[in-house]
């Protein structure tokens, strides 16, 4: 299968157990997904063929079913549903489960590794912009989505939001979620993609290996916004307004 002229969101979308590849090349599928299949390659400094090679073999194998399996056709208030129940819940545990091993590591081995304060410093940086981001979800964009399903469903019109237009929250939360982007380059920079050193005890390993997991799973979580739900809120809100007219 040829990619020359895709992007990597597309890809992501029509084959999800492609993710996999890009997750473990360092390719953007998340928030910069948009980006053309060549371009994203070369920016993650990986041969276009190599990497064509692989994804070929990913869809061709039992294991282009992986993933998490939605489409654009997936019913919105189901994605929702599976964005909070898995990604929002496993990411505020994860939060409340790495701080204090975070603290921990930090106070017996930042002497020796002073790049653990600058990851701590991060990693909290990281929750302040996760935690209120994820609560504006479920508390204001998501309801409205619902409704809007609703809307479409029964072609009825929506009243207008008090935000304007569902872009405006789309937006933000967009811009949110390259803000974590970029602290999460920078923790995978400084930890040199999360390679424990020799002298690293039980607990520093684990704290490496939480963190990646975590990382993994919100690109995932992003993913699924950018790419599938927060398209299909800006349809969905441009056919309730022609219901109107």
């Given at each position: 299968?040829?990619?020359?002229?895709?992007?990597?969101?597309?890809?992501?979308?029509?084959s999800?157990?492609?993710?996999?590849?890009?997750?473990?090349?360092?390719?953007?599928?998340?928030?910069?997904?948009?980006?053309?299949?060549?371009?994203?390659?070369?920016?993650?400094?990986?041969?276009?063929?190599?990497?064509?090679?692989?994804?070929?073999?990913?869809?061709?194998?039992?294991?282009?079913?992986?993933?998490?399996?939605f489409?654009?056709?997936?019913?919105?208030?189901?994605?929702?549903?599976?964005?909070?129940?898995?990604?929002?819940?496993f990411s505020?545990?994860?939060?409340?489960?790495?701080t204090?091993?975070?603290?921990?590591?930090?106070?017996?081995?930042?002497?020796?590794?002073?790049?653990?304060?600058?990851l701590?410093?991060?990693?909290y940086?990281?929750?302040?912009?996760?935690?209120?981001?994820?609560?504006?979800?479920?508390?204001?964009?998501?309801?409205?989505?619902?409704?809007?399903?609703?809307?479409?469903?029964?072609?009825?019109?929506?009243?207008?939001?008090?935000?304007?237009?569902?872009?405006?929250?789309?937006?933000?939360?967009?811009?949110?979620?390259?803000?974590?982007?970029?602290?999460?380059?920078?923790?995978?920079?400084?930890?040199?993609?999360?390679?424990?050193?020799?002298?690293?005890?039980?607990?520093?390993?684990?704290?490496?290996?939480?963190?990646?997991?975590?990382?993994?799973?919100?690109?995932?979580?992003?993913?699924l916004?950018?790419?599938?739900?927060?398209?299909?809120?800006?349809?969905?809100?441009?056919?309730?307004?022609?219901?109107?007219?």
């Open positions: 299968m040829e990619f020359e002229n895709k992007t990597i969101r597309e890809i992501a979308l029509e999800p157990g492609t993710t996999r590849v890009f997750e473990e090349l360092k390719i953007d599928y998340c928030c910069g997904g948009s980006v053309n299949f060549k371009d994203a390659c070369e920016k993650a400094n990986v041969s276009p063929g190599d990497v064509a090679a692989r994804i070929n073999e990913i869809i061709s194998s039992s294991v282009a079913s992986a993933g998490d399996g489409s654009e056709h997936t019913s919105p208030s189901k994605l929702i549903k599976y964005i909070v129940d898995k990604h929002h819940v505020k545990a994860e939060i409340e489960r790495l204090p091993l975070m603290e921990k590591v930090a106070y017996k081995h930042g002497g020796s590794h002073p790049e653990l304060l600058q701590k410093d991060l990693f940086e990281l929750n302040e912009e996760l935690l209120p981001h994820m609560q504006k979800e479920e508390n204001v964009l998501f309801p409205y989505i619902r409704n809007l399903e609703v809307s479409e469903l029964t072609n009825t019109a929506m009243p207008r939001p008090p935000f304007g237009t569902v872009q405006n929250p789309i937006r933000m939360m967009n811009a949110e979620h390259e803000s974590a982007g970029a602290i999460l380059h920078k923790m995978r920079d400084l930890t040199d993609d999360y390679t424990a050193p020799a002298d690293a005890c039980p607990s520093f390993r684990a704290l490496y290996f939480g963190l990646e997991e975590h990382e993994k799973d919100l690109h995932r979580h992003i993913h916004e950018n790419n599938i739900l927060f398209p299909m809120a800006l349809e969905m809100e441009i056919k309730s307004a022609e219901a109107v007219a």
